[in-house]
T-cell receptor
Framework: NAGVMQNPRHLVRRRGQEARLRCSPMKGHSHVYWYRQLPEEGLKFMVYLQKENIIDESGMPKERFSAEFPKEGPSILRIQQVVRGDSAAYFC???????????FGPGTRLTVL | TQLLEQSPQFLSIQEGENLTVYCNSSSVFSSLQWYRQEPGEGPVLLVTVVTGGEVKKLKRLTFQFGDARKDSSLHITAAQPGDTGLYLCAGERSGNTPLVFGKGTRLSVIA
């Protein structure tokens, strides 16, 4: 079974550009979580989605950030007008409805110049 | 507010020594998970503990969940250089809810 897939693995953007991060959950998983990790910090929850629904977005900044998990295709975390403070590693995790253990992808490392 | 406190934050030991990493909270969790993360990679699940007082063993690693489900520990026996990495504990308040992570313990095992 393929694990959680994320792409791109590395993304470089200039200030003001848009960043799109993609996450394909494990086969059979319908729950997706996005976390952000700053250097020397633990992972911080951003948003929790199920197919076509945002369940909890309490950890996501109100402005410039959005997330979706369409019926078909990967989950997308979108950051508009990026700033240097958005530079971080962004991880996606997925779980199934039956077992709530979360499995993580390899992450996307975003660098804003 | 850091809901899960991990200690120590850094640990450097010689090969063959034993060590214990602690994960403490004032909150109750329905389950607690331990992950290990290598540089440039995502966290890899080591174990999930769900029952108060539960002890799970994974080769040289022993995981314990506190009776009140507020704390956990990871004990490594006879550490090896391959154990080097960042160890993260993460608590879940109830099923299919976001994880709350500790800041991690960065372990270095010197040959």
């Amino acid at each position: 079974n393929a694990g959680v897939m994320q792409n791109p693995r590395h993304l470089v953007r200039r200030r003001g550009q848009e960043a799109r991060l993609r996450c394909s959950p494990m086969k059979g998983h319908s729950h997706v979580y996005w976390y952000r990790q700053l250097p020397e910090e633990g992972l911080k929850f951003m948003v929790y989605l199920q197919k076509e629904n945002i369940i909890d977005e309490s950890g996501m900044p109100k402005e410039r950030f959005s997330a979706e998990f369409p019926k078909e295709g990967p989950s997308i975390l979108r950051i508009q007008q990026v700033v240097r403070g958005d530079s971080a590693a962004y991880f996606c995790a997925s779980s199934s409805a039956q077992t709530d253990t979360q499995y993580f992808g390899p992450g996307t490392r975003l660098t804003v110049l | 507010t850091q809901l899960l406190e991990q200690s120590p934050q850094f640990l450097s030991i010689q090969e063959g020594e034993n060590l214990t990493v602690y994960c403490n909270s004032s909150s109750v969790f329905s389950s607690l998970q331990w992950y290990r993360q290598e540089p440039g990679e995502g966290p890899v699940l080591l174990v999930t503990v769900v029952t108060g007082g539960e002890v799970k063993k994974l080769k040289r690693l022993t995981f314990q969940f506190g009776d009140a489900r507020k704390d956990s520990s990871l004990h490594i026996t006879a550490a090896q250089p391959g154990d080097t990495g960042l160890y993260l504990c993460a608590g879940e308040r109830s099923g299919n809810t976001p994880l709350v992570f500790g800041k991690g313990t960065r372990l270095s095992v010197i040959a």
